[in-house]
T-cell receptor
Framework: QQQVKQSPQSLIVQKGGISIINCAYE??????FPWYQQFPGKGPALLIA?????SEKKEGRFTISFNKSAKQFSLHIMDSQPGDSATYFCAASRRGGGSEKLVFGKGTKLTVNP | NAGVTQTPKFQVLKTGQSMTLQCAQDMNHEYMSWYRQDPGMGLRLIHY???????DQGEVPNGYNVSRSTTEDFPLRLLSAAPSQTSVYFCASRWTGLATEAFFGQGTRLTVV
């Protein structure tokens, strides 16, 4: 049972375009939603995260949009650059007395063509 | 500031062999975890620990053992390697509590032949 569903699996965008990656979850107890970025041969690194008390969070060219009623959240990359080419993972976590497990989506491989 | 250090970076094992993947962090994080990454499967949690002496199973624990004798170290043991354990393994650490960043190591690429 996949707790966080991510789409698309792969995405090709032209330089300067907008990249959009979507995630959906079932567990309404989730209340922390981070996005991780992974370059080839490296470990994932936190890109941006959101709590469900806000509908949007922006950091530079990266924006998370959150729809609590639909149980969906998405990552928007504005003015996409070749350096953004990486695999992106959405994730979710819930309160659990210190044992909160981070559950990941299956990832989206983004390629930004110059 | 080393962060999370994994060794080795690459390893080839024969079926049935055993080995230990090492993970060490220098950030005094209570929470440590092991993930495996397979194509099209994302990151799947193997085992995790919320502090020294405390471990628990994740989503795919079979075939793996862990222990946590110190805050800094969280080794992952493969007792009898199988080809299905060919994967890239990542160790991560973070503070306990919600909304804390997980820091990942560089990964160990394991091939079981």
């Amino acid at each position: 049972q996949q707790q966080v569903k991510q789409s698309p699996q792969s995405l090709i965008v032209q330089k300067g375009g907008i990249s959009i990656i979507n995630c959906a979850y079932e567990n309404t107890a989730f209340d922390y939603f981070p996005w991780y970025q992974q370059f080839p041969g490296k470990g994932p690194a936190l890109l941006i995260a959101i709590r469900p008390d806000v509908s949007e969070k922006k950091e530079g060219r990266f924006t998370i949009s959150f729809n609590k009623s639909a149980k969906q959240f998405s990552l928007h990359i504005m003015d996409s650059q070749p350096g953004d080419s990486a695999t992106y993972f959405c994730a979710a976590s819930r309160r659990g007395g210190g044992s909160e497990k981070l559950v990941f989506g299956k990832g989206t491989k983004l390629t930004v063509n110059p | 500031n080393a962060g999370v250090t994994q060794t080795p970076k690459f390893q080839v094992l024969k079926t049935g062999q055993s080995m230990t993947l090492q993970c060490a962090q220098d950030m005094n994080h209570e929470y440590m975890s092991w993930y495996r990454q397979d194509p099209g499967m994302g990151l799947r949690l193997i085992h995790y620990s919320v502090g020294a002496g405390i471990t628990d199973q994740g989503e795919v624990p079979n075939g793996y053992n862990v222990s946590r004798s110190t805050t800094e170290d969280f080794p992952l043991r493969l007792l009898s390697a199988a080809p299905s354990q060919t994967s890239v393994y990542f160790c991560a650490s973070r503070w306990t509590g919600l909304a804390t960043e997980a820091f990942f190591g560089q990964g160990t690429r394991l091939t079981v032949v």
